[in-house]
């Protein structure tokens, strides 16, 4: 009889208590968040066609807050690991187009300026807060990484959860994997092994 999220909440909790990752840190989804990360490559192989064009122009970031914002729309939970790409690639695109039209409100003239200041002022320190690993964590890098070449941020902090409160949940074990995965450039078949 108890409210759905209340539920929901228990039950992750319990899972993450029995598992004793408050002991030894051990992440029960860190598979699914590993094939998660594999299969957001493909997804982001299908946005630079999109995004090359605009790296070093005004509108660049606005695109990579849009971008960010709406890499929430493909979680874990909606779009699981070994979806197809193309679809997954599709739908976002589908989602990139429609953005403005599902706002309720658009402060992303507000946002732009105050990267304007910072980087009139030589760059800041900016906190994202980080939600889901796989596709949605490496939106969150690319908009990361476009703060810091255009001069906005000095410093970027990744505000990730303590511990796994769902499936799909950011660590900053995510973060580092993601990472290392990324850089290594093995599309994420390290990550599986």
């Given at each position: 009889?108890?409210?759905?999220?209340?539920?929901?909440?228990?039950?992750y909790r319990?899972?993450?208590?029995?598992l004793?990752?408050?002991?030894?840190?051990?992440?029960?989804?860190?598979?699914?968040?590993?094939?998660?990360?594999?299969?957001?490559?493909?997804?982001?192989?299908?946005?630079?066609?999109?995004?090359?064009?605009?790296?070093?122009?005004?509108e660049?970031?606005?695109?990579?807050?849009s971008i960010?914002?709406?890499g929430?729309?493909m979680?874990?939970?909606l779009w699981?690991?070994?979806s197809?790409?193309?679809?997954?690639?599709?739908?976002f695109?589908g989602?990139?187009d429609?953005?403005?039209?599902?706002?309720?409100?658009?402060?992303?003239?507000?946002?732009?300026?105050r990267l304007?200041a910072?980087?009139?002022?030589?760059?800041?320190?900016?906190?994202?807060?980080?939600?889901?690993?796989g596709?949605?964590?490496?939106?969150?890098?690319?908009?990361?990484d476009?703060?810091?070449?255009?001069?906005?941020?000095?410093?970027?902090?990744?505000?990730?959860?303590?511990?796994?409160?769902?499936?799909s949940?950011?660590?900053?074990a995510?973060v580092?994997?993601?990472v290392?995965?990324?850089?290594?450039?093995?599309?994420?078949?390290?990550?599986?092994?």
């Amino acid at each position: 009889s108890a409210p759905w999220a209340v539920t929901e909440f228990y039950l992750y909790r319990r899972i993450v208590a029995i598992l004793r990752f408050f002991e030894n840190g051990f992440d029960p989804f860190s598979k699914a968040k590993s094939a998660g990360l594999s299969s957001a490559v493909g997804s982001l192989e299908a946005l630079a066609p999109r995004v090359l064009p605009v790296l070093d122009s005004p509108e660049a970031s606005a695109l990579f807050l849009s971008i960010s914002l709406w890499g929430n729309r493909m979680d874990l939970s909606l779009w699981p690991a070994g979806s197809n790409v193309a679809s997954v690639a599709g739908a976002f695109q589908g989602v990139l187009d429609a953005a403005t039209e599902q706002l309720l409100a658009d402060d992303t003239p507000a946002v732009e300026a105050r990267l304007a200041a910072l980087r009139s002022r030589g760059g800041g320190v900016v906190d994202l807060v980080v939600d889901n690993a796989g596709f949605e964590l490496c939106t969150d890098m690319l908009l990361a990484d476009h703060l810091i070449s255009s001069g906005a941020a000095k410093e970027v902090r990744f505000r990730v959860k303590h511990h796994p409160t769902f499936v799909s949940d950011a660590l900053a074990a995510d973060v580092r994997d993601h990472v290392n995965t990324l850089a290594a450039g093995d599309g994420g078949s390290a990550a599986l092994a």
